[in-house]
C-alpha cells in the first residue's frame, strides 16, 4: 500500500515558484510536453478508446484511505494484465533512487515544500515506458485538480475512466485502525487519519466529481467483503477480458 500522510504532502503545484522549479528538474519533462502535444490534437481526448489508440489505456484508481484500492487493483492485475502504479511509491522510490532529481523532490518535502505534479506525472510516464506494457491502473491519482492539470498537459491524453471505491468514512475509519495495529503504520493514527479524510474530501472529491460530469466515472460500493468488491469491480473491466 502507499503512504498518503507523505504522499498527499508531495503532490500538487505550489503556484508561485512551480514552473521555476519544475524547469531545474530534467529536461524530459518537457520533452514530454512537446510529444504529448503532437500526439494528441485538440478535442482528441473525447474520442472513445479503441484497441489501435495511439495511446495505452489509463485506468485512475481513487478512493478514501481505507476504501481498499491495493487489494482491488492487485486483482485486476492477475485478471486482466494491467500494471498497478501508485504515485506516492514512485515518488518515495525516487527520492531514495540518490539521483540528483530525486535528492531534490526528498528536500522539497522535508522543507515542507510541495512538489511539482509535473515531476510526479514526468515519474508516472517513465514508468509506464518502461514497463512495456499497454495498460495501466493508476493509484491514488490524480489527487487534485494540479495533478490533473499536470498529467493533461504532460501526457496529452486522458484516461480511460475514473475508478471510484466509494465508502463510509466510518468504515474506512475503522479499517486504518485496525491495520495501523496490525502493520504499525505511523500513518495510521485517528489525528491523521482525519487529516487525510479532509484532504480527501477537499482536494480528490472535485476530481471524482469532474469526471463524472465526464461520465467516466465506474463506482464500486467498498463496503463490502473484498470478494463481494471485486465481483462489482470486474464488472467494470468486462471490456478488457
Known amino acids: 500500500g502507499s503512504h498518503p500522510a507523505v504522499a498527499a504532502r508531495g503532490f500538487g503545484f505550489a503556484a508561485a515558484g512551480a514552473f521555476a522549479t ?47 484500492k491495493g487489494t482491488q487493483c492487485s486483482n485486476i492485475v492477475n485478471d486482466f494484465g494491467f500494471v498497478h502504479l501508485s504515485a506516492g511509491d514512485l515518488l518515495r522510490a525516487h527520492m531514495k533512487s540518490g539521483s540528483e532529481d530525486g535528492n531534490m523532490v526528498a528536500e522539497m518535502i522535508k522543507n515542507g515544500q510541495i512538489v511539482p505534479s509535473v515531476v510526479t506525472v514526468r515519474l508516472l510516464l517513465d514508468a509506464m515506458k518502461a514497463s512495456g506494457k499497454e495498460r495501466f491502473l493508476i493509484d491514488g491519482f490524480p489527487r487534485n485538480k494540479e495533478n490533473r492539470d499536470a498529467w493533461e498537459t504532460t501526457a496529452g491524453y486522458d484516461c480511460d475512466f475514473v475508478l471510484f471505491f466509494d465508502c463510509p468514512e466510518d468504515v474506512m475509519e475503522r479499517r486504518l485502525l485496525g491495520r495501523g495495529e496490525t502493520s504499525g503504520r505511523t500513518d495510521d493514527n485517528i489525528e491523521s487519519i482525519k487529516k487525510r479524510f479532509k484532504t480527501f474530501v477537499e482536494s480528490s472529491m472535485p476530481v471524482v466529481d469532474y469526471y463524472a460530469g465526464l461520465k467516466k466515472v465506474r463506482s464500486v460500493n467498498s463496503d463490502q467483503s473484498p470478494d463481494e468488491v471485486y465481483a462489482q469491480t470486474k464488472g467494470h473491466f468486462a471490456a478488457f477480458v
Open 22 to 68: 519544475a524547469a531545474a528538474f530534467t529536461p524530459t519533462a518537457v520533452a514530454l510536453c512537446a510529444e504529448g502535444e503532437d500526439a494528441a490534437p485538440a478535442g482528441a481526448e473525447g474520442s472513445a478508446p479503441s484497441s489501435g489508440s495511439a495511446h495505452p489505456t489509463v485506468v485512475f484508481v481513487l478512493g478514501g484511505p481505507g476504501a481498499g
